[in-house]
């Protein structure tokens, strides 16, 4: 069973409802409409219930029994606005501005999620990451034990032999451009976490990545994933999780053994963990592009799941991404 398979048949075993502040858009319809069939979730639609229905009658989606809510008439939007003013007073948000600001899609949506009226949150076939991921930090905040949200990528690789089965967890991809030494050990936590949770990965066995193997090369940016090794060491004791390393000693045996001789992670590392976020992000595109990975985003640390889509996503991109949220919602 692939890994999509396997987050499908979890989604479906308890369903949550999933807030799409992005309502009357029309790969964001016809995705509800299709969660809403296979019982993957249950979708919340955000917008004007006649832009919503017109949406649906133009690409043939059936949306009947999926809720859709308009926030300027929403009965909860004075409660939001009250809940929003207390949480954001201190940093120059009135009452007036809560007000008007419950009104926009994603931060009502976001509101939902924070009061518990809905298990999480997607967007992003309309907007850019930081529109969604700024409310998300300022409202949701982190878990009380992460001290930061960043990402994971879940890459599906065609070589079967990497990781497990072809599935390694990439971390940064998309968040802190350029962690420090403690950001980055609660990246590689958190992305354990993930590969445990939402991957099924029994023993998730994390390499800090880096241009050095174990001490090969001097400089003040290997400095760093040293540093961040021993701090991770410090949070997650149990944890598997080895490096510095390059890449080709975290994921291939013979470079592993060679390498880092004695590691635990050296060869066989399934959870990947890069040193910034230009790292991170240009190998990601490079193991989807080159590599010929399918790959699904999902964000980690967040006190309740918020995920990102990217603008170009289809429609099953987003019955993914919202399966996924649903899962994270189970813990
Ligand atoms: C995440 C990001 C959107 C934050 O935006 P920002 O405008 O710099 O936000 P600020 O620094 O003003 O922070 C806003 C709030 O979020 C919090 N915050 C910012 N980054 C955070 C993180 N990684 N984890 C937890 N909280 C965070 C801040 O503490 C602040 O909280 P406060 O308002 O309660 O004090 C920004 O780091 C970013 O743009 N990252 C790169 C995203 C990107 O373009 N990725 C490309 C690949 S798709």
Redesign the pocket.
């Known amino acids: 069973m692939s890994m999509l398979d396997k987050v499908m048949a979890k989604a479906r075993a308890d369903v949550k409802s999933i807030v799409l502040p992005e309502g009357d858009e029309e790969r964001t319809v016809e995705a509800a409409s299709i969660l809403n069939r296979e019982g993957l979730a249950r979708p919340i639609l955000i917008g004007s219930k006649d832009k919503i229905e017109a949406t649906a009658a133009k690409v043939g989606a059936d949306i009947e029994g999926i809720e859709t809510i308009d926030p300027a008439a929403s009965p909860k939007k004075d409660e939001y606005a009250a809940l929003l003013y207390e949480l954001?007073k201190n940093?120059g948000v009135t009452e007036e501005k809560a007000a008007s600001m419950v009104q926009d899609p994603m931060y009502y949506g976001i509101m939902m999620v924070k009061t518990g009226d809905a298990d999480g949150l997607v967007s992003g076939a309309i907007h850019?990451?930081?529109d969604m991921?700024?409310p998300a930090?300022?409202i949701i905040?982190?878990k009380p034990e992460m001290?930061?949200?960043?990402s994971s990528f879940l890459m599906d690789c065609p070589n079967k032999d990497l990781g497990e089965d072809g599935l390694l967890v990439y971390a940064d991809?998309?968040?802190?451009?350029n962690p420090t030494a403690e950001?980055l050990a609660y990246i590689a936590v958190a992305a354990a976490d993930t590969a445990k949770k939402l991957c099924g990965f029994e023993e998730p066995r994390v390499a800090m990545l880096s241009f050095s193997s174990k001490g090969s090369a001097k400089h003040e940016l290997v400095d760093k994933v040293q540093q961040a090794v021993a701090i991770a060491h410090e949070i997650a004791p149990g944890l598997l999780l080895d490096g510095e390393m390059q890449y080709d000693c975290a994921i291939v045996p013979e470079i592993g053994k060679s390498k880092a001789p004695g590691s635990p992670v050296a060869g066989r590392a399934n959870v990947l963990v890069f040193p910034d976020?230009q790292a991170g992000?240009i190998s990601y595109k490079i193991t989807q592009r080159v590599g010929g990975a399918d790959c699904f985003?999902v964000l980690q640390?967040l006190n309740k799941p918020c995920n990102?889509l990217?603008r170009g996503c289809s429609v099953q991109d987003i019955v993914n991404t919202v399966a996924m949220t649903a899962v994270q919602a189970q813990e």
């Open positions: 954001r940093k850019t990451t930081g991921l700024r930090l300022q905040k982190t001290k930061i949200v960043s991809c998309v968040v802190m451009p950001e976020l992000n985003a640390g990102d990217s």
